[in-house]
T-cell receptor
């Protein structure tokens, strides 16, 4: 079974501070990990895929298979980063397309 | 290129009524899915489809039906609405590789 855990429901930081949103997963196969962002009352948008290893809006995330983690990091938070962040997992091979989400972390960046 | 289009954006139903939430994508994606989003619960998979004519149940399928007669469309039917189905519903689509594209959501209230 696929499981994604985001241990923090809420995270509050000040503008300019570093931010780390935690994500741990449980999956016996070969996982593909994603981060999605949802701004207030909008649709989910893809932020990062671990396969692409790119940085979007200053955010990065590294897949750590040993610790089964995919934490999202940004060195200097901005007010416009305030949003709900979801970590998600699916099988990277085969025909299992199911995307399993964590429960999300609401990030608030204070001025 | 509209991406994933969901209609309606808002709906109020009385308990026991039925309705269909529409979802269409114009990206020729094989995989489509329906999620419901509830506070503190993240996104939970209701039903999904890996291609026309093929559907399967997700995590919370009870009270919902789906069909996939074409690649483009994946409607979600509520058979007899209940207050517990008050939620925001998101449709998403994907190719074999890459991230998922989400619709803008349908906010459903059952009274």
């Amino acid at each position: 079974a696929q499981r994604v855990t985001q241990p923090e429901k809420l995270l509050s930081v000040f503008k300019g501070a570093p931010v780390e949103l935690k994500c741990n997963y449980s999956y016996s196969g070969s996982p593909e990990l994603f981060w999605y962002v949802q701004y207030s009352r909008q649709r989910l948008q893809l932020l990062l895929r671990h396969i692409s290893r790119e940085s979007i809006k200053g955010f990065t995330a590294d897949l750590n298979k040993g610790e089964t983690s995919f934490h999202l990091k940004k060195p200097f938070a901005q007010e416009e980063d305030s949003a709900m962040y979801y970590c998600a997992l699916r099988d990277s091979g085969g025909s299992n397309y199911k995307l399993t989400f964590g429960k999300g972390t609401l990030l608030t960046v204070n001025p | 290129n509209a991406g994933v289009t969901q209609t309606p954006k808002f709906q109020v139903l009385k308990t026991g009524q039925s309705m269909t939430l529409q979802c269409a994508q114009d990206m020729n994606h094989e995989y489509m899915s329906w999620y419901r989003q509830d506070p503190g619960m993240g996104l939970r998979l209701i039903h999904y489809s890996v291609g026309a004519g093929i559907t399967d149940q997700g995590e919370v399928p009870n009270g919902y039906n789906v069909s996939r007669s074409t690649t483009e469309d994946f409607p979600l039917r509520l058979l007899s609405a209940a207050p517990s189905q008050t939620s925001v519903y998101f449709c998403a689509s994907s190719q074999r590789e890459g991230g998922y594209t989400f619709g803008s959501g349908t906010r459903l209230t059952v009274v």
